[in-house]
């Protein structure tokens, strides 16, 4: 992945994940809310977000990277991206 700020990682999240939820509110909400426990995410739409993600930012995510903790909240999934 090529050099991207912290901010345009957070954004390009928050429409992939409008996009897999259709949920308007993904848009605003905050940043360590969690995806799971509200029920915004699932075993279903989050292998959606996966596959949207790796093509989006142009990576691959292995097995031994999906981690509950990366994935539970937009701020997870930013500090996750940054490492690629």
Request: no cysteine; charged share 25%; aromatic share 8%.
């Amino acid at each position: 992945m090529t050099s991207i700020s912290a901010n345009e990682i957070e954004n390009r999240i928050r429409e992939i994940l409008f996009i897999v939820t259709q949920q308007r509110e993904l848009l605003e909400i905050n940043r360590n809310h969690d995806l799971f426990e509200s029920s915004i995410l699932d075993s279903f739409s989050v292998l959606e977000l996966i596959v949207r993600i790796e093509q989006v930012f142009d990576i691959k995510i292995s097995a031994e990277e999906l981690e509950l903790a990366n994935l539970s909240s937009i701020s997870g999934l930013t500090q996750f991206l940054l490492r690629f």
